[in-house]
């Protein structure tokens, strides 16, 4: 069932559970990450990023294409736009079947990062479609050692920030980074801040940069003010090993076959992470509700 991210995370907020944003580029990498939250019970965010969509995916109608399957999974799934930089992509996705955006801002300046923010909100939340924002700016693992110690999110200043924005959610800087982190490079994640900002501002809070940050790191957030972790690297780096371990065991597989390998890596990561982020048989007993775009969505082929 589809759902809105303000409603799925509402209930994450509420039973202290972190749900997985796990990313997909095409139907089938989204139908392994359906999978695994049947297999766990475990409601589910997909995220789609602008930034995949400009190397290969037609952005239009990915959310369109998955839609169908992600409606009639028997647990609760949302199609986010993973960091939205662009103004007609994210208006083009609060159109075309997204049930949320996020609304990347986070490099401008404050007011700039508030004004901008706004703007999606007012757009997104007349058709009913969740916004995510980011406040500080979570940096890359290649350049971790200065990235996950500063742009840190101001405790002070989110909650003026969801006040004059009206966000369903807020991504914050507390540690972590995207992508492959160094070599033994282990973040330290910032928990007091966490706590701050989330007594500040009760709203679901969110974690870039989920993998590589440590399985302790991660379940302790998830239980202290965190809602939404995003996992992209380790999900690809799970599906890579097993089919150069399979591509070694059989070097005449066929691709038909190396398909199968590879959705399951992603199928089997995910399930480890809705079991780490205390997410594994919500799905069931969770207040969740069907979304309904305020206005109609255009079908798949209508484009
Ligand atoms: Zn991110």
Redesign the pocket.
Known sequence: MLVSLANMLADANERNYAVIAANCYNYDSARALVRAAELKRSPLIINI?EGHMKRWIKRDTLALEIGPMCDAATVPVCINL??GFTWDVIVSCVANGFTSV?A?SSSFPYEENIARTKKVVDVAHARGVSVEA?LGH?GQGTNAVEDTVSNLTDPSQAADFVEKTGVDAL?VAVGTA?GEYPADFVPHLDFDRIKEIKAACPIPLVL??GSGSGDENLAHAAKIGINKI?I?TDNQANARTKIYAAMEENKKMYPLDMFEVIYEGITEKTCYFMDLFGSTGKADDGKFEKFVPKKPLPMFGDL
Request: net charge negative; hydrophobic share 40%; no cysteine.
């Open positions: 990023a993973d960091h996020m990347d980011e979570v991504a995207h870039h940069g995003n992209f």
